[in-house]
């Protein structure tokens, strides 16, 4: 049995468009597969977000998309500029040794931009 390769999290909103605009060009993922009513953003060669399109869908609860990154001030700055509200500025966490921050997708899925202060990341 060979072992796993990749990581894909599928989120549902209701506007892909939006939830298309904010991964792709806010985010700057670059697109590793459109299949029309879902789209697949590359966040690292092995880690995915895919955004499809239900009329239906609700807020996930429970669920954190964290992107991880050395700077997280400089994305919060960033996407303020661009007009995109956060629920947390940045922050040190003294529990889990992180600097982080939160904020919304277009669907109302929870983001969190994050930098580990631990010794022992070793992504």
Not at 28 to 35: F, S, T, V
Not at 67 to 92: C, I, M, N, Q
């Amino acid at each position: 049995m060979s072992g796993f390769v990749g990581q894909v999290t599928f989120v549902y909103t209701k506007d892909l468009e939006a939830s298309e605009r904010f991964y792709g060009q806010l985010l700057g993922l670059p697109m590793a597969l459109d299949q029309g009513t879902c789209k697949i953003f590359r966040v690292t060669p092995g880690a995915q977000i895919g955004v499809c399109l239900r009329p239906e869908a609700q807020a996930p609860e429970g669920v954190i998309l964290t992107l991880v990154t050395s700077d997280v001030d400089g994305w919060f700055e960033r996407l303020r500029a661009e007009g995109v509200e956060f629920e947390k500025a940045p922050a040190y966490n003294a529990q889990y040794q992180i600097y982080h921050c939160f904020l919304r997708d277009p669907a109302g899925a929870l983001v969190e931009i994050q930098r580990f202060e631990d010794p022992a990341w070793r992504p």
